[in-house]
């Protein structure tokens, strides 16, 4: 399913930019006020603020699902409360965990659309992040992005991802312009951080359903389907790994190279493939996947596939 490759290659990228983050509490800039390098001038035009923008489009696209699929909200409020518990002990590990943002956005964004028309949330959408992006962006386009994603596929878009290459061919080379325009302006305006990220997002979305309607679909699928998959649960544990291969790396986070973080999150990836592809030959869903999904039926005992 697209859904599930575009999601695992979102992973790869969130955590490519959340190894610095989750080893430090410094964050990314350079320790001693140094210039950043090239290559970490190429992990900012390329990486960051460019994969959380995917997952939250396809968190609202799986929240619509879900929808559609259950019938009711009180579904919908279980499933956020499980998801915001999850965020909150995944805190104790990582203060800048993604979940709990979500959970609250879900509950105070998603829920109450479910009683709007598809056009008002769309129209909603387009306002959210108009205004987020007026306010400095970074995390304040979630909503915005949630609404979308709910909207597309209230309007039938996400039923027609892989029918065909030509509609995400234009947007995505619509959307290049603008992404390298503001991805060369953002280095003397941070303000046009998110921007540019929102673009780059569009562009890769589009370019994988392009790929999608190629000869490499199978190639893609196999690489990041079973990530996308357990997204949750290699999301999760990608702090651990992280956190577990810090004193091996030696060194302060602030301090390690471009190179090194992506040596880290290779490995960590890797091993996750490893584990969501054995794991999914013989279950359906990962670990956690599957004890948020007790949660949001907790009558129900069958196993299932959940759009995250």
């Known amino acids: 399913m697209a859904l599930d490759v575009i999601r695992g290659f979102a992973l790869c990228g969130i955590l490519v930019a959340n190894v610095r983050p989750i080893a430090t509490t410094v964050g990314l800039l350079p320790p001693d006020g140094a210039p950043p390098t090239t290559a970490d001038l190429w992990l900012g035009l390329l990486v960051d603020h460019r994969f959380f923008p995917i997952f939250s489009l396809l968190f609202g696209m799986g929240f619509w699902l879900l929808y ?33 943002i979500y959970a609250a956005a879900g509950l105070v964004v998603l829920l109450p659309s479910t009683w709007l028309p598809r056009r008002v949330v769309a129209v909603l959408s387009a306002v959210a992040l108009g205004l987020a992006l007026f306010l400095g962006g970074g995390i304040l386009v979630v909503p915005g992005l949630f609404l979308l994603g709910s909207a597309l596929v209230r309007y039938g878009v996400a039923d027609r991802l892989d029918s065909s290459a030509w509609v995400p061919a234009i947007v995505g080379g ?18 046009l951080f998110t921007a ?20 490499l679909r199978g190639f893609l699928y196999a690489l990041f389907a079973p990530l996308g998959r357990m997204a949750l649960t290699d999301y ?44 999914l030959r013989r279950f359906r869903q990962g670990p956690v996947e599957y004890v948020w999904r007790l949660a949001t039926y907790p009558k129900r005992t069958r196993r299932g596939e959940d759009q995250v």
């Not at 619509?174 to 303000?191: H, I, K």
């Not at 929102?198 to 190629?214: G, H, I, K, Q």
């Not at 986070?253 to 592809?277: C, K, P, R």
Request: with cysteine; proline share 3%.
């Open 196 to 215: 540019a990220g929102l673009a780059t997002a569009v562009v890769y979305v589009c370019l994988f359903l392009v790929l999608l309607r190629s000869p």
């Open 174 to 191: 619509v959307a290049l312009v603008p992404a390298v325009v503001l991805g060369l302006l953002q280095t003397s305006d941070v303000q």
């Open 68 to 100: 559609e699929s259950a019938g009711s909200r009180v579904v919908l409020v279980r499933r956020l409360l499980a998801l915001l518990a999850l965020g909150l002990a995944h805190r104790l590990l990582w203060d800048g965990d993604i979940l709990t």
């Open 236 to 279: 999760l544990t990608a702090t651990l790994l992280v956190l577990a291969l810090r004193p091996l790396v030696g060194g302060t986070a602030e301090s390690w190279s471009t190179g090194t973080v992506l040596g880290i999150a290779a490995a960590i990836l890797a091993v996750q493939w490893v584990w969501s592809t054995l794991w």
